[in-house]
């Protein structure tokens, strides 16, 4: 059975910083890239990050970028978000999220975590 | 970036109705559309994908068609368990876009 459990998240004052962490499991998971998608309280989903599944490519939502990195480590069957200079606006649930295709960086998702939540606040 | 738009933002229906939801997008997307639903509280999860193929485990009753930047998903019979909300999504442009959603509640 896939598998994607998030960890990391809680309640971080502005600018500062988080790492999600998103342990994937029951798939080859070092083919298939991963993205983190977000979804702010009673709001609809935004893509985030992506990372290929060799780490060799990395993606970014101009809304993070320069702010958040993502990085996988395969050995361990893991997918990190580190989330630096974090503002209000980053509030949200996090997803880690399987794209369903490994041929192609960019495909539909087949199979999400159930989220972990972020919020930022003073 | 490709720009998703969902219609209606809220749908009415009865259980057993047809139900009907669009998608559109601002460039040709081809075929590369999925579409999730969404409970309170829970992960998305896909229902349709390459704009008309089932997932896995997906019943029967929904349904995808639609190429280039018209997108259709219909359920066509609702059942208690469907009443959620929609999203579609387009993978041929990066970066990935969702369309807003369309919430599907009981009539």
């Known amino acids: 059975e896939v598998q994607l459990l998030e960890s990391g998240g809680g309640l971080v004052q502005p600018g500062g910083s988080l790492r999600l962490s998103c342990a994937l499991s029951?798939?080859?998971?070092?083919?298939?890239?991963i993205d983190w998608v977000r979804q702010a309280p009673g709001k609809g989903l935004e893509w985030v990050s992506a990372?290929?599944?060799?780490?060799?490519?990395?993606y970014y939502a101009d809304s993070v970028k320069g702010r958040f990195t993502i990085s996988r480590d395969n050995s361990k069957g893991t997918v990190y978000l580190q989330m630096n200079s974090l503002r209000v606006e980053d509030t949200a649930v996090y997803f880690c999220?399987?794209?369903?295709?490994?041929?192609?960086?960019?495909?539909?998702?087949?199979?999400w975590g159930q989220g972990i939540r972020v919020t930022v606040s003073s | 970036e490709v720009v998703m738009t969902q219609s209606p933002a809220t749908l009415s229906v009865s259980p057993g109705d047809r139900a009907t939801l669009s998608c559109r997008a601002s460039q040709s997307l081809r075929n590369n559309l999925a579409w999730y639903q969404q409970k309170p509280g829970q992960a998305p999860r896909l229902l349709i994908y390459?704009?008309?193929a089932r997932a896995t485990g997906i019943p029967a009753r929904f349904s995808g068609s639609g190429s280039g930047t018209e997108f259709t998903l219909t359920i066509s019979s609702l059942q208690s368990e469907d009443f959620a909300v929609y999203y579609c999504?387009?993978?041929?442009?990066?970066?990935?876009?969702f369309g807003p959603g369309t919430k599907v509640d009981i009539k």
């Open positions: 999504q387009q993978y041929n442009h990066w970066p990935l876009t």
């Open positions: 029951g798939f080859a998971f070092e083919n298939y890239p």
């Open positions: 390459d704009a008309s």
């Open positions: 990372i290929s599944g060799s780490a060799g490519g990395t």
């Open positions: 999220a399987k794209q369903g295709e490994m041929a192609t960086m960019w495909s539909y998702i087949d199979s």
